[in-house]
C-alpha cells in the first residue's frame, strides 16, 4: 500500500505497482477528486474547489467517468476498459509517481484525454509505464463531456465550457497537491490528444490558465480545427436543437 497525507486531516491510500520489465516501483492514486460533484446546484455551472474529507480515502480503483454514450468507443483497443460506472460526481484524477518524497521535485505531465468532447475518460491510458521509465510524475483527469461540459446558451445563463474550466480546477489542485506525490507544481507539462489537444492548445490561449503549467503537447488537435469553436449564436442554437431530440424536458427548461 501507499499513503498520502494531503493535510492534517485527510490522506489517501494508494497501491504500489510496476511497469513491464523495469525495475521501478510505482505508485499509483486513483480516483481522486479534485472539484466539489457538479450536481445538483452545482450542475452546469463552473466547477467549485474540493473541500478535503476527513479521514483516509481510498485510491485503489478509478473513480466513475461523465455520463456518455460510450457505443462510439467500442472499435478501439481500449474497449475492454470501458468503465461501467458512470455520474456527473465525475471530476476526479489519477497519479502515478516513482517517488513519494516530497522533496523529489519530479517532473509532471498531465494527460487530458480525448473523445471529441462527447465523451472519452481518464482510464483509457495507465500512467504506470511513463513514471516508471520517464522518471515523471504522471496524471490524468476527467473532466465533464458532452452536454454536461458544453451546453451552453450563448450568453450569462449557461455561458458553457464547463469541461476546459474542470481542466483548469484540476490544474489548480494539482499546484497545490502534487508536491506531496513527490512532483514539481513549477514544472508542469500538459498533453492531450484529439479533443485532448485541442484542450491543450484552448489553454494555452487562455488567460484564466496562465501559470497553471509550463509547456504543452497538443497532439492531432488544435482549436484551429473547423467546427471546435462556435458562435454564441450557434451555440444557443445547438442547445434548442439538444431540448427538441430530448422531448423538452423539464430540466432543459429549467436552465433556458
Known amino acids: 500500500m501507499a499513503n498520502v497525507q494531503l493535510s492534517e486531516t485527510a490522506s489517501l491510500c494508494g497501491v504500489e505497482t510496476s511497469a513491464r520489465d523495469h525495475p521501478a516501483r510505482v505508485f499509483a492514486f486513483k480516483g481522486i477528486p479534485y472539484a466539489q460533484p457538479p450536481t445538483g446546484n452545482r450542475r452546469l455551472r463552473p466547477p467549485e474547489p474540493l473541500k478535503l474529507w476527513q479521514g483516509q480515502r481510498d485510491a485503489s480503483k478509478y473513480g466513475p467517468i461523465c455520463h456518455q454514450n460510450t457505443d462510439a468507443m467500442k ?63 504522471f496524471v490524468s483527469i476527467n473532466y465533464r463531456c458532452g452536454l454536461l461540459g458544453f451546453l451552453s446558451t450563448g450568453d450569462e445563463v449557461i455561458p458553457g465550457n464547463y469541461g476546459l474550466l474542470d481542466q483548469m480546477e484540476a490544474l489548480r489542485w494539482i499546484s497545490k497537491y502534487i508536491r506531496k506525490f513527490g512532483g514539481n507544481p513549477d514544472n508542469v507539462t500538459i498533453l492531450g490528444q484529439s479533443a485532448g489537444g485541442i484542450s491543450c492548445a484552448m489553454l494555452l490561449v487562455s488567460e484564466a490558465a496562465q501559470g497553471l503549467f509550463h509547456r504543452a503537447i497538443c497532439q492531432s488537435g488544435t482549436c484551429l480545427i473547423p467546427g471546435m469553436t462556435w458562435s454564441q449564436d450557434t451555440a444557443k442554437g445547438n442547445t434548442l436543437n439538444a431540448m427538441k431530440k430530448l422531448g423538452e424536458t423539464k430540466l432543459l427548461y429549467s436552465i433556458m
Request: hydrophobic content about 45%; proline content about 6%.
Open 75 to 137: 472499435n478501439i483497443p481500449h474497449k475492454a476498459v470501458i468503465p461501467d460506472e458512470q455520474s456527473e460526481d465525475c471530476l476526479q484524477l489519477n497519479v502515478w509517481t516513482p517517488s513519494l518524497d516530497p522533496s523529489a521535485n519530479k517532473a509532471v505531465m498531465v494527460w487530458i484525454h480525448g473523445g471529441g468532447f462527447a465523451g472519452g475518460w481518464s482510464s483509457m491510458y495507465e500512467g504506470v509505464a511513463l513514471a516508471a521509465y520517464e522518471d515523471v510524475v
